[in-house]
């Protein structure tokens, strides 16, 4: 019986350190690697990242809601609204000239932003990192 409740007590304190480790990486350093702008009845065209008027590396920082750009010729701070957390994704969500949201996948590393306006709606794909 001690075993049992040993082994019980042993898998919580796993667990809860799991949570404190996910919490605590918060930091994401992220490659912004292809961009689509799509308009209706003409369809999507890919687009570079300085036509989209994007930098090529940002830093997400989940605890200071603040997306960063890494670029030293694009140097602009994002705030982020909202974080929601659904099964093994970090989405957030805000405004900046339009609406716009990422989806991060947790285990995969994963970015996928879209951004839409007033008839017009653009996705971006990437990679990151935990750090």
Request: hydrophobic share 45%; net charge negative.
């Amino acid at each position: 019986m001690s075993r049992i409740i040993a082994v019980v007590l042993a898998a919580t304190i796993l667990a809860g350190a799991s949570q404190v480790m996910a919490a605590e990486n918060t930091v994401r350093t992220c490659a912004l690697i292809q961009g689509f702008e799509c308009i209706p009845d003409e369809g999507c065209q890919e687009w570079t990242l300085q036509e989209m008027l994007l930098p090529r590396f940002v830093r997400i920082d989940l605890a200071s809601k603040k997306i960063v750009s890494l670029d030293k010729e694009m140097v602009r701070t994002t705030p982020i609204a909202t974080i929601d957390r659904p099964a093994g994704l970090v989405v957030l969500h805000g405004t900046e000239l339009r609406g716009w949201s990422i989806a991060l996948g947790e285990e995969s590393g994963n970015l996928t932003l879209s951004a839409s306006g007033d008839g017009e709606g653009f996705i971006v794909f990437g990679y990151c990192l935990m750090q």
